[in-house]
């Protein structure tokens, strides 16, 4: 079909679950002899259901402390073997088709084993074979660095398949996953909660951020800097899903979706010397040790006096606070007070810092139902309150009813 | 070590028994890291254990007649996980060690998926990582024709690792398996039969053939025109074996072996008209549908009229016997007689052909023992019987009773 040969390729990439068995590989492979009639398209796939986690179960029955490129040419079997078996899928039911693997592909990374980032790609070989009328399987989570196979760290698929729709001009990146969209909220959590047709990037950033984990947050950033449309799709059900790209102008100022995050601890260092370079100390050693730390808040009290708040995941507490209380005398710190259990729930919304009838809105619906605020972190599109996990539920359903979630 | 830049390396390859779980893996580390103590050291691995068949299986629930290309691709991945396994367990015996694809080990080779043959080999990028004092680890079995994966097919690895050790120079092969050599008979047919210390290539090729089974044909081809010595050794057992080399002079005229081939079938075509070109005319339909032919023989008797026999696997009679009775009014033959239920027994040793008594014993021997003799075809190395199934294994005892193969 030359005719498909100047038309704008589109991107889809397929998870691991919709993978997960070759009865899944045989219905994606289905979707796909449709898809193309629509346009030249390009496939990136994942390892085939728990295939990841089972090769890293079998790298630590060898060590525990598996050396990262050999962990690397490891792990970049599992979505080499998803992608030949979709290949020949898709030869059965008569669609002309090329597995590639990252590097065949083009996809240069840095050197970093375990977790590269992308740098570039070279599209020349992609190309020839949508000239050649084939649909085009390539190896997600997967690059190169000269000659050294490079992963790109867990659900790097989905920068896979944004960075190759970027470079090839597609007019959308399709991300078929498990769920059927991004939600105002955790279905689990808010049983009202509505799928979202669409949303902005930075939403979707802060929704992520805080726990959708529909999309990995690297691949949505990458979108957002080129403006391309991406969209979460179910791979088994209609052709419902959310679209993400720039929000409208009509539909800023919105409340879009509450984001919960569950497993949260928080950390005071109280009566700190006011100083500059004082958080700086504070922050370094937990970078060193790789533990995240969000939600800082700092009051400066009498006397030049500071207490500083963080958030950490419940995981990192131990060492967070070991490597603080360890620093004490030379923070100048009176003590160290930790409190686990705790959880984030956000509303996010781009222009939310415009909108000042908000945080009350959102202050009072919390405390109308009895839930104490321990901490407020806001950004332009976000108001985060930290609250205890046991009330994570009952603060997400309030707020989704305060802010109308459930209306269209 | 930079005194092992100078050294001879060797290369040592371990099959997919000897590399079937994460323990057997641990185990060949520990072998590797004494081993590599005398010389620089070349590693070629298969996939671990059933892996190769597992994937197959997988392929088979895709598609009947999955895509050689895709096939190659998938199968591939089987030698990577291994390769990649043994150096992470040789990192945590502070070997330093590196794995390779094949196409990274610079194994070229030409483009037929699923049984390439190799066509060179680019040492460089192996040479390099001996000279930085490393065992480099080479996934079998696979090699490159430009950006293209190709594996060799069934039991490539050991071409793989003959291929390496020939362009390196090494000063031998090792092939590990769970075998503990090459023995004057199966010793499941004989209880007597004794592992051979040595045998020649033409020797080995002949067992080999035969069905011993332990060690590629085309490994022992290459590395016969090569003068390359490979060993064959048990990777469990202490540290005997077979090697395989050129045969010493006092060693020729000797029988070395018993080589046993179950599962045959013979074809016979009556009263055929000989004329030139009367045998291509039988063989081609068969060449063409992939059936290999062994052993044929041709009686010229009264008027011009032959008898055609020739011995096919059991398996594919069906087969062979449609495709000639079809033929049989062009090739002007009066009928078609098969057989089934069959098995070759063979004499094999250098020099056989300049040794008369050979054939009488052999033959006096299964005369004797009251076995039949079906077909008698030979080789400037080996004398093969064709005789009832039923009657291999007592066929194989007389023999190796007769030529005293029990003793050293």
Same mark, same amino acid.
């Given at each position: 079909m030359p005719a498909l040969v100047t038309a704008q390729p589109i991107v889809a990439k397929y998870g691991g679950s919709s993978l997960a068995t070759p009865e899944h590989i045989l219905a994606v492979a289905e979707r796909i002899g449709r898809e193309r009639e629509a346009a030249p398209l390009v496939v990136v796939v994942s390892a085939m259901g728990a295939t990841t986690d089972d090769l890293i179960a079998l790298a630590s029955r060898i060590t525990p402390r598996p050396d990262p490129r050999e962990l690397?040419?490891?792990?970049?079997?599992?979505?080499?073997?998803?992608?030949?078996?979709?290949?020949?899928?898709?030869?059965?039911?008569?669609?002309?088709?090329?597995?590639?693997?990252?590097?065949?592909?083009?996809?240069?990374?840095?050197?970093?084993?375990?977790?590269?980032?992308?740098?570039? !790609?070279?599209?020349?070989?992609?190309?020839?074979?949508?000239?050649?009328? &084939?649909?085009?399987?390539?190896?997600?989570?997967?690059?190169?660095?000269?000659?050294?196979?490079?992963?790109?760290?867990?659900?790097?698929?989905?920068?896979?398949?944004?960075?190759?729709? !970027?470079?090839?001009?597609?007019?959308?990146?399709?991300?078929?996953?498990d769920v059927d969209g991004v939600y105002t909220a955790d279905p689990r959590l808010v049983p009202e909660a509505r799928r979202l047709a669409e949303i902005g990037y930075e939403e979707m950033l802060e929704l992520a951020h805080q726990g959708a984990k529909v999309l990995q947050t690297r691949s949505v950033e990458l979108a957002w800097v080129y403006g391309l449309e991406v969209s979460v799709r179910n791979s088994i059900g209609a052709d419902r899903g959310t679209s993400i790209r720039e929000v409208a102008m009509e539909q800023r100022q919105k409340v879009r979706g509450i984001a919960t995050d569950d497993g949260m601890a928080k950390l005071t260092l109280l009566d700190l010397a006011d100083r500059p370079g004082m958080a700086a100390e504070v922050f370094a050693p937990l970078a060193e040790a790789g533990i995240p730390v969000d939600g800082i808040i700092q009051n400066v009290g009498h006397d030049g006096m500071a207490d500083l708040s963080f958030i950490?995941?419940?995981?990192?507490?131990?060492?967070?606070?070991?490597?603080?209380?360890?620093?004490?005398?030379?923070? &100048?710190?009176?003590?160290?007070?930790?409190?686990?259990?705790?959880?984030?729930?956000?509303?996010?919304?781009?222009? !939310?810092?415009?909108?000042?009838?908000?945080?009350?809105?959102?202050?009072?619906?919390?405390?109308?139902?009895?839930?104490?605020?321990?901490? !407020?972190?806001?950004?332009?599109?976000?108001?985060?309150?930290?609250?205890?996990?046991?009330?994570?539920?009952?603060?997400?359903?309030?707020?989704?009813?305060?802010?109308?979630?459930?209306?269209?």
């Open positions: 690397d040419v490891l792990m970049s079997t599992g979505e080499l073997v998803s992608a030949a078996l979709l290949v020949m899928a898709l030869h059965d039911r008569g669609v002309d088709a090329i597995s590639l693997s990252g590097p065949q592909a083009g996809i240069l990374t840095d050197g970093s084993h375990g977790r590269a980032r992308i740098t570039g !790609i070279e599209p020349a070989r992609v190309r020839a074979e949508l000239d050649a009328g &084939r649909v085009v399987v390539v190896a997600g989570f997967q690059g190169s660095t000269g000659s050294e196979f490079a992963t790109l760290g867990r659900g790097g698929s989905d920068t896979s398949a944004v960075a190759l729709a !970027i470079t090839l001009g597609a007019s959308r990146c399709d991300i078929y996953t950490v995941a419940e995981a990192d507490l131990d060492t967070a606070e070991r490597l603080l209380r360890a620093r004490l005398p030379e923070l &100048r710190a009176r003590d160290l007070a930790v409190s686990s259990g705790l959880a984030k729930v956000s509303i996010v919304g781009a222009g !939310i810092h415009n909108a000042p009838t908000y945080p009350a809105r959102m202050f009072s619906a919390l405390g109308d139902a009895g839930i104490n605020i321990e901490m !407020i972190t806001t950004s332009d599109i976000r108001i985060t309150c930290v609250i205890e996990s046991r009330q994570l539920a009952t603060a997400a359903a309030v707020l989704h009813r305060a802010f109308e979630l459930e209306k269209a």
